[in-house]
């Protein structure tokens, strides 16, 4: 998600009030002690229309800070089928936790940083509502939990004026194909990159 530097200088900023906590340590922190003002913001305000679920939603996450090199996660609270012998996530029981790589957290573009915590954000509030989020046996850019959570920061990126080729970008990460890319841009209405690109 970080590999949109090559537009990066022509696209907006997140919102000005957006904070990240570059300097913390690796470990477990609250949301609000990562991102402080999180809550605050436009989306944080209508990732979901009762303020009682957003209030929790931003006492009760936390952020694990991990030297690793990858994006972000919601930590499962167990280990999931599609995980066996392929990956080993952070895992916690009934805690909410997003698991930010190193890297990711203290260099990548605010801008990806924003749209990616609250896409995290909305997976949370998928799992409360009973969502499997890493359900066997669904392509990625068709479970439904994934399209939901794309689609709250791409139109929170387009208020924001982010260009159809920044989103493009974004939306290629490295664990689909190129079929998959183009089936998630459609299903999110951006457009297809021109031919020959």
């Known amino acids: 998600m970080a590999k949109v530097e090559s537009t990066a200088a022509l696209e907006p900023e997140p919102p000005t009030a957006f904070r ?13 002690t990562a991102f402080p003002g999180l809550d605050k913001l436009p ?26 090199d990858m994006w972000m996660y919601v930590a ?14 952070v895992v916690t029981p009934g ?3 997003i698991v930010a790589g190193e890297n990711h ?10 749209l ?11 799992r409360h509502g009973g969502a499997n989020l890493f359900e066997p046996g669904v392509s990625y850019v068709e479970r439904w939990t994934e399209v ?6 791409v139109l929170e990126a387009r208020r924001l004026g982010v260009s159809d080729e920044f989103l493009r970008e974004y939306l290629r990460v490295e664990w689909i194909t190129k079929r998959e890319h183009l089936a998630l841009l459609k299903t999110l209405d951006v457009p297809a990159p021109p031919k020959g690109k």
């Open 148 to 153: 939901e959570a794309y689609r709250f920061v």
């Open 43 to 68: 989306p944080g305000r209508t990732i979901h229309h009762d303020a009682a679920v957003r209030r929790r939603l931003f006492q009760n996450t936390h952020v694990e800070l991990v030297d690793a």
């Open 105 to 114: 957290f203290r260099e990548s573009l605010p801008l990806i940083v924003y």
């Open 95 to 97: 805690a909410d936790c």
């Open 116 to 126: 990616d915590i609250y896409h995290e954000l909305c997976h949370i509030l998928q």
């Open 20 to 32: 990240i906590a570059r300097e913390l340590p690796i470990g477990r922190h609250p949301i609000l």
């Open 76 to 89: 499962p609270w167990e280990v999931p089928a599609i995980a066996r012998g392929r990956w080993r996530p």
